[in-house]
C-alpha cells in the first residue's frame, strides 16, 4: 500500500526514487520542498530521483501548480497509466480476466466458461489468446504491460508459483505456469491461490482499514485467504488457510477428491450440495445451480445451504479462536445465495467461539462478490511491480 512518510515505505538517508514513488501513490501530488520535508533528503536528491520517476513516466507533474504568492511549484503525482496490468481469476469451471492500471480500477473486462481441468496447456493457451484480444479491445498493447497476475483453483507453492497435487487439476502438478505463460506474453507472471487473491482484492479495494481478516470462498471447493498485519499470510510454502480440507465431525462416511474423509469441501461445497440434490431428484449440477434454487425457493437448497454455512461456521469457530480476526467475508458461487449461508455461519460462530473473539468480529458476504479474485489478481502484481526496490531496479536498467 501507499505510505505516507519515508521510513514506513522502507527508507531513509540512502531511499531511493521506489521510496519517493512509495509517498506519492497516495494520490496526493506535492511538490519538491514538501517531498524534501517528508524525507529529510537534500533537495538536489530529490530532484535527482524525481527526475529518474519522470524519466520511467512513474510520475507526472499535477495539473495545478501550487503557489505561495512567489513562481507557483511544481507539484507531482502518481501516474496510474505508467503502465497496465492483466488479470485472471481460474475457476473449476469459468475465468473472468481484466485489464487494470495501477490503482487497480477495471479498464477491460472478460469472462467465460473454461473447464481448468482441460489441463495447462490448453487452458493458459487460451489465456494468452484472450489476454490479447482483450488488449485490442482496450486500445493497449503488450509492450505496456508490466505484469501478469494469475489466481489458480488449488495448492500453489509461493516461491515458484506452481501448482502442487491440486485435486481438481490433472495435469498441472508442478507446471511451470509463469515461465509457460511468460515467455507467450512478454511480462512476468505472478500465481496463487484463487481464495488467497480474492483476499487481497477485498482487503485492497472493501477493507483497506482492517489488520486482520479471512476470506472463505464457498464454490466448487472452499478455501480460506488470511490477512494478517495487513499482509497476505501463505505460510512456510503458500498452503496457508486450506480449510477445505480439514475434517467436519459425524461425516466419517463421506469421502473427499483428496482421498481423505469428511473433508469441509466433501461436505459443504457447491459441488457436494449440487450433488446431494441431484440424489433427492432435484436438476443441479453445479454451485450455480443450487444458488439458482435457493433464489426460487426451493425448500431442499435452502435448507442445505443453510446447513453448509452451519457446518463451515463449525471450522471457523476455531479459525476464529486461534486467530481473532476482526472481519469474516464469505464470498465464493454460494455466497451468492445470500443470507441463508450467512446465517449459518454466524449461528455456530457466535455460539461456540470465545466472547472476546466474537465481541467485535463481523461477518459479512463479498462487497466485490465475483471480481473479488480478478481484483486481487491485479494487487497482487501492482504490489510486486510497485515495491520500493522493484523501482529501483527497474531505472537502474
Given at each position: 500500500?501507499?505510505?505516507?512518510?519515508?521510513?514506513?515505505?522502507?527508507?531513509?538517508p540512502?531511499?531511493?526514487a521506489?521510496?519517493?514513488?512509495?509517498?506519492?501513490?497516495?494520490?496526493?501530488a506535492?511538490t519538491?520542498?514538501e517531498?524534501?520535508q517528508?524525507t529529510?533528503?537534500?533537495?538536489s536528491?530529490?530532484?535527482?530521483?524525481l527526475?529518474a520517476?519522470?524519466?520511467?513516466?512513474w510520475?507526472?507533474?499535477?495539473?495545478?501548480?501550487?503557489?505561495?504568492?512567489?513562481?507557483?511549484a511544481v507539484a507531482?503525482?502518481?501516474n496510474r497509466?505508467?503502465r497496465?496490468?492483466?488479470?485472471?481469476?481460474l475457476?473449476?469451471?469459468?475465468?473472468?480476466?481484466?485489464?487494470?492500471?495501477?490503482?487497480?480500477?477495471?479498464?477491460?473486462?472478460?469472462t467465460?466458461?473454461?473447464?481448468?481441468?482441460?489441463?495447462?496447456?490448453?487452458?493458459?493457451g487460451w489465456?494468452?489468446?484472450?489476454?490479447?484480444?482483450l488488449?485490442?479491445?482496450?486500445?493497449?498493447r503488450?509492450?505496456?504491460?508490466?505484469?501478469?497476475g494469475?489466481?489458480?483453483?488449488?495448492?500453489?507453492?509461493?516461491?515458484?508459483?506452481?501448482?502442487?497435487?491440486?485435486?481438481i487439476?490433472?495435469?498441472?502438478?508442478?507446471?511451470?505456469?509463469?515461465?509457460?505463460?511468460?515467455?507467450?506474453?512478454?511480462?512476468?507472471?505472478?500465481v496463487?491461490?484463487?481464495?488467497?487473491?480474492?483476499?487481497?482484492?477485498?482487503?485492497w479495494?472493501?477493507?483497506?482499514?482492517t489488520?486482520?481478516?479471512?476470506?472463505v470462498?464457498?464454490?466448487?471447493?472452499?478455501?480460506c485467504?488470511i490477512?494478517?498485519?495487513?499482509?497476505l499470510?501463505w505460510?512456510?510454502?503458500?498452503?496457508?488457510?486450506?480449510i477445505?480440507?480439514i475434517q467436519?465431525?459425524?461425516?466419517?462416511?463421506?469421502?473427499?477428491?483428496?482421498?481423505?474423509?469428511?473433508?469441509?469441501?466433501?461436505?459443504?461445497?457447491?459441488?457436494?450440495?449440487?450433488?446431494?440434490l441431484?440424489?433427492?431428484?432435484?436438476?443441479?449440477?453445479?454451485?450455480?445451480?443450487?444458488?439458482?434454487?435457493?433464489?426460487?425457493?426451493?425448500?431442499?437448497?435452502?435448507?442445505?445451504?443453510?446447513?453448509?454455512?452451519?457446518?463451515?461456521?463449525?471450522?471457523?469457530?476455531?479459525?476464529?479462536?486461534?486467530?481473532n480476526?476482526?472481519?469474516?467475508?464469505i464470498?465464493?458461487?454460494?455466497?451468492?445465495a445470500?443470507?441463508h449461508?450467512?446465517?449459518?455461519?454466524?449461528?455456530?460462530?457466535?455460539?461456540?467461539?470465545?466472547?472476546?473473539?466474537?465481541?467485535?468480529?463481523?461477518?459479512?458476504?463479498?462487497?466485490l462478490g465475483?471480481?473479488?479474485?480478478?481484483?486481487?489478481?491485479?494487487?497482487?502484481?501492482?504490489?510486486h511491480?510497485?515495491?520500493?526496490?522493484?523501482?529501483?531496479?527497474?531505472?537502474?536498467?
Amino acid at each position: 500500500m501507499a505510505q505516507d512518510t519515508l521510513s514506513e515505505a522502507g527508507g531513509g538517508p540512502a531511499a531511493g526514487a521506489g521510496a519517493l514513488l512509495s509517498i506519492l501513490r497516495d494520490g496526493q501530488a506535492r511538490t519538491r520542498a514538501e517531498l524534501v520535508q517528508l524525507t529529510g533528503l537534500a533537495r538536489s536528491t530529490v530532484s535527482q530521483r524525481l527526475d529518474a520517476l519522470l524519466t520511467q513516466r512513474w510520475i507526472v507533474p499535477a495539473d495545478d501548480a501550487i503557489s505561495s504568492g512567489g513562481r507557483p511549484a511544481v507539484a507531482f503525482s502518481f501516474n496510474r497509466d505508467a503502465r497496465i496490468v492483466l488479470a485472471a481469476d481460474l475457476g473449476a469451471t469459468h475465468a473472468r480476466l481484466a485489464v487494470t492500471d495501477l490503482t487497480g480500477a477495471v479498464l477491460g473486462e472478460h469472462t467465460a466458461d473454461l473447464a481448468i481441468d482441460r489441463g495447462p496447456e490448453h487452458v493458459l493457451g487460451w489465456l494468452a489468446t484472450a489476454f490479447e484480444e482483450l488488449l485490442a479491445e482496450c486500445g493497449h498493447r503488450l509492450p505496456e504491460v508490466c505484469g501478469i497476475g494469475v489466481g489458480l483453483p488449488g495448492p500453489v507453492e509461493h516461491g515458484t508459483g506452481r501448482p502442487v497435487n491440486p485435486p481438481i487439476m490433472p495435469g498441472w502438478d508442478g507446471f511451470p505456469v509463469p515461465a509457460w505463460l511468460g515467455e507467450r506474453l512478454g511480462a512476468p507472471v505472478l500465481v496463487d491461490n484463487d481464495v488467497n487473491i480474492m483476499a487481497l482484492g477485498e482487503h485492497w479495494t472493501a477493507r483497506p482499514e482492517t489488520d486482520h481478516l479471512i476470506f472463505v470462498k464457498i464454490g466448487t471447493g472452499i478455501g480460506c485467504g488470511i490477512i494478517a498485519g495487513r499482509r497476505l499470510h501463505w505460510g512456510a510454502q503458500g498452503a496457508a488457510g486450506d480449510i477445505g480440507h480439514i475434517q467436519v465431525p459425524s461425516f466419517d462416511d463421506v469421502v473427499c477428491r483428496c482421498g481423505n474423509v469428511g473433508c469441509l469441501e466433501a461436505v459443504a461445497s457447491g459441488g457436494a450440495l449440487a450433488g446431494r440434490l441431484k440424489a433427492a431428484g432435484v436438476e443441479a449440477t453445479g454451485s450455480r445451480d443450487v444458488v439458482r434454487l435457493v433464489r426460487a425457493g426451493n425448500t431442499q437448497a435452502v435448507q442445505l445451504v443453510r446447513q453448509a454455512g452451519r457446518e463451515v461456521g463449525v471450522v471457523l469457530a476455531s479459525i476464529v479462536n486461534f486467530f481473532n480476526p476482526a472481519v469474516i467475508v464469505i464470498g465464493g458461487d454460494i455466497a451468492e445465495a445470500g443470507e441463508h449461508v450467512l446465517a449459518g455461519v454466524r449461528e455456530v460462530i457466535y455460539s461456540r467461539s470465545l466472547p472476546l473473539a466474537t465481541q467485535h468480529l463481523s461477518i459479512r458476504a463479498s462487497d466485490l462478490g465475483d471480481r473479488a479474485g480478478v481484483i486481487g489478481a491485479a494487487v497482487m502484481v501492482i504490489e510486486h511491480v510497485l515495491a520500493p526496490d522493484a523501482v529501483d531496479r527497474t531505472i537502474a536498467t
